[in-house]
């Protein structure tokens, strides 16, 4: 997994690791190998770690992030673990970008709900997600309710 990240990931890259980082805490060491500026988005099994030894490997930690609408990407995203409540998202946000569920999608009404995108590495070939491949993901969505197949 360190060689995937690195071969995705350069050194001056901003890289959000969506929670569930390592286990055990004896491997905490591997992160000083992984490039880029890494922020943490506080997992459920991230919570047996302290603060002060996530501070050597991660410059911010946070409980979410929110991305703004660009030019290529009308809406913000929402960052976080655990996928948000879709009551979460009507009006506020475009899209959940998320961890948590591995390899599984949320599924509503029998179709892959497009306003989720499952950011865990089981889906990803083991390796960290572009932002651009995220907002590709988005594109064209605008947030309600409307769920459709995933590409």
Known sequence: MVERWNATVGKKDTVYHLG???????????????????????????????????????????????????????????????PVHPSCLSGHYLGNVHGHLHCHQIIDDGKVDRRYYNACVERHNFSPVALEDIKAFFKGHDGTQDVQHSP
């Open 20 to 82: 569930d980082v390592i286990i055990p805490r004896k491997s905490l060491p591997i992160l000083e190998r992984l490039n880029g500026r890494k922020i943490l988005i506080k997992g459920n099994h991230d919570q047996h770690v302290k603060l002060s030894e996530w501070a050597k490997y991660f410059e911010d930690v946070r409980g979410a992030f929110f991305h703004h609408g660009d030019s290529t990407m009308r809406g913000g995203l929402i960052f976080t673990h655990v």
